[in-house]
Nanobody
Framework: QVQLVESGGGLVQAGGSLRLSCAAS????????MGWFRQAPGKEREFVAT????????YYADSVQGRFTISRDNAKNTVYLQMGSLIPEGTAVYYC?????????????????WGQGTTVTVSS
């Protein structure tokens, strides 16, 4: 079993930055691909970013491409999401997820471990 705990959310003004962290426990995630998803109020959960087991491959939603960066530190069993140039539409609960595969996926159905989420609010 893997437990995932997100942190780093909060209130930020439009144009600002935040770094989210996802700390894993229970076992190593070094051979798991990881993803970040978000769910805005009244909307479906959507893909944000994903990273392969080694960090060698990353993919982003078009809406965050160029503004967000996903990274990982396998020695710390932690994944990060650096978010820049935030816009109010980025207000959501952000979830970290792990899939038992080396390779990234944009589909939430491919992830079996999920954190509880951290709330990001972007004010205009």
């Amino acid at each position: 079993q893997v437990q995932l705990v997100e942190s780093g959310g909060g209130l930020v003004q439009a144009g600002g930055s935040l770094r989210l962290s996802c700390a894993a426990s229970g076992r190593t995630i070094s051979n798991y691909a990881m993803g970040w998803f978000r769910q805005a109020p009244g909307k479906e959960r959507e893909f944000v970013a994903t990273i392969s087991w080694s960090g060698g491959s990353t993919y982003y939603a078009d809406s965050v491409q160029g503004r967000f960066t996903i990274s990982r530190d396998n020695a710390k069993n932690t994944v990060y999401l650096q978010m820049g140039s935030l816009i109010p539409e980025g207000t959501a609960v952000y979830y970290c997820a792990a899939r038992t595969s080396l390779w990234s996926s944009r589909s939430s159905n491919d992830y079996i471990y999920w954190g509880q989420g951290t709330t990001v609010t972007v004010s205009s």
